[in-house]
């Protein structure tokens, strides 16, 4: 049974049972001071479908900001024309209002008397309920989706572009020894064309992950900084990015971009290194781990740069640390955690 069937089921039943003309499940409009009619019941229910009902003087609107039951003699505008007494009864969740049940009795009636409260309550709670799990049914798509495009955009990543980037470089080599201009002129220009393939490739990633619209503008910008930095350095970029990025506040998004500019660009100054790994991560905390298989950063060595990363962690409750790997190369990682 579909969200809808079960609210147009809890307004028939509570029609019935309130002693109303009409019962209406309203729930609120985002970004406006208003509420919706999603369902209702009684015999001119076409004229309330879809009617948007003010917070401002109703009694739907002062009993979905109070979370609590509310009687009158008049509903309050956009049903004063229509209705007589009314009574309404909010629907609750632990952390948010979800919406409100509107019984109305038809002008000249009697008002809804004090025993008809806990009859609405027990239908508001029902209505609730199939809110809250046709809710968690679609958030719970949305994961599915979003952990099916991580995977795709994963293999693409880790598979198709390093490829082509390998096929790149052996093309990049042979037009070096190539004699004929003729030869190196088009060794070049599959080069170029392979560039563009894996420029595409990388738009198609960010376009699956292109859901939350901060986590796309992230992702973007953390890619685009690796690319400016890397291309024409010789310095193979792979870069893995995992988590909702979208739940960073502009402050930490502003910490993540500088932390990888300042790492990678060390990367491709100073590290003589073949290839750098950047992995952002979110979970508990925001990570950034900047791995290079180069030369290895002195112990006695200062950077200023690095002092600046650290401060930003430090401001952040994080922390920085920086160390030659046992392999070769550098492994910085900066992590705070979320707020």
């Known amino acids: ?66 979370g609590k039951a509310r009687r009158a003699v008049t509903p309050g505008p956009g049903l004063d024309e229509r209705s007589g007494a009314a009574l309404a009864v909010p629907l609750s969740s632990a952390d948010e209002p979800l919406g409100v049940l509107i019984a109305l009795r038809d002008k ?52 198709v572009i390093q490829r082509l980037f390998a096929v790149g470089l052996s093309l990049q080599g042979l037009g070096r020894s190539a004699e ?49 930095l890397t291309e024409h350095s010789g310095v193979r970029a792979i870069v893995r990015m995992s988590g909702p990025l979208s739940v960073l506040p502009p402050e930490l998004a502003v910490h993540a971009e500088a932390v990888v500019r300042e790492a990678v660009g060390n990367t491709v100054r100073h590290a003589m290194a073949r290839s750098v790994t950047v992995a952002v991560a979110v979970e508990n905390e925001l990570s950034i781990g900047v791995t290079d298989d180069g030369t290895g950063i002195s112990p006695d060595s200062v950077h200023s740069g690095l002092a600046a990363l650290a401060a930003r962690a430090a401001d952040a409750g994080g922390t920085l640390h920086v160390q030659a790997s046992p392999e070769g190369g550098t492994r910085l990682l900066w992590s705070v955690p979320l707020p």
């Open 1 to 66: 049974m579909t969200e809808g069937e079960v609210l147009r089921l809890v307004v028939v039943r509570a029609l019935e049972l309130i002693g109303a003309d009409h019962v209406l499940l309203a729930l609120p409009d985002d970004g406006t001071a208003e509420l919706v009619v999603v369902a209702c019941a009684g015999a001119d229910e076409a004229g309330f479908d879809g009617l948007r009902l003010p917070l401002d003087g109703t009694i739907g609107g002062a009993a979905f900001r109070t």
């Open 108 to 159: 000249g009636k009697p008002v809804f008397t004090a025993d008809r409260v806990p009859l609405a309550t027990g239908f508001a709670e029902q209505a609730a309920l199939a809110v809250r799990t046709a809710r968690e049914h679609v958030h719970g798509h949305e994961l599915d989706l979003l952990n099916e495009r991580d995977r795709i955009a994963r293999e693409l990543h880790d598979h």
């Open 180 to 228: 004929s201009p003729e030869l190196r002129r088009r060794l070049t220009e599959s080069v170029e064309d392979l560039q563009e393939v894996v420029r595409e490739i990388r738009n198609t990633i960010f376009d699956l992950h292109g859901d939350p619209a901060g986590a796309t503008w992230l992702r973007r910008r953390l890619q685009q900084v690796i690319d400016e």
